[in-house]
């Protein structure tokens, strides 16, 4: 009986860790402007199939989602990722299910080049030039190390970045303590200051 509840404990305790630590990082390297026109960067995922895999459909859910109230019309949404197969870009199957499955029918603009974080950050920042606010759409993980890479490129632009709704308590929650996990593993590059959002 013991050991149940000690394993049981356990698993909460990974489950809240996960949590904690995905909520932790969708709110670093973010500021809090307001107002004017906004960029939304969705970022790819390895995505070999002839339509968008289930990660690519969360990560342009969480991208819609980001966009503003009532500010679809000052939106571009930047979706933003190059082949991985011999079939469309992950760029264009998002933007196939951000029409045609979500009815989404703001500006969307596509960057198909990029096969690295880095690469999605370097390709997109033209598309952002104008905006007064940005938010990058992802796992919370992979949308830090973009925003750090944004830091490092552009830090005028950085400066304009607001968190993206790609984190909401109790979503993916199984899976969180596993996403936690690969993210420190992933974020490992980063300086200590770009992981906990210091100048």
């Known amino acids: ?24 990082w969708s709110r670093v390297l973010v500021g809090d402007s307001s107002g004017g026109p906004e960029a939304v960067v969705v970022l790819g995922y390895r995505n070999p199939q002839a339509t968008a895999n289930l990660i690519n459909r969360w990560r342009v859910r969480a991208g819609i989602r980001s966009v503003a109230v009532g500010s679809t019309q000052d939106t571009r949404v930047i979706l933003s990722g190059g082949a991985t197969g011999m079939g469309a870009t992950e760029a264009q199957l998002m933007a196939d299910y951000a029409k045609s499955v979500l009815g989404f ?36 993980a992979h949308a830090l190390k973009a925003r ?5 490129q552009r830090p005028d632009l950085a400066a304009k970045l607001v968190r993206a709704e790609d984190y909401r308590p109790g979503e993916w929650v199984l899976a969180k303590p596993l996403l936690a996990l690969y993210g420190l593993w992933t974020l490992r590059g980063l300086t200590s200051a770009e992981r906990k959002g210091r100048p």
């Open 1 to 24: 009986m013991r050991r149940r509840s000690g394993l049981a404990g356990a698993g909460v305790a990974a489950l809240v860790w996960g949590e904690w630590l995905n909520r932790r």
């Open 105 to 140: 029918q703001g500006t969307v603009l596509l960057e198909d080049r990029s096969t690295t974080t880095w690469e999605n950050i370097t390709n997109v920042i033209p598309l952002l030039e104008g905006v007064d606010r940005i938010r990058i759409a992802s796992q919370p």
């Open 148 to 152: 750090a890479y944004l830091r490092r």
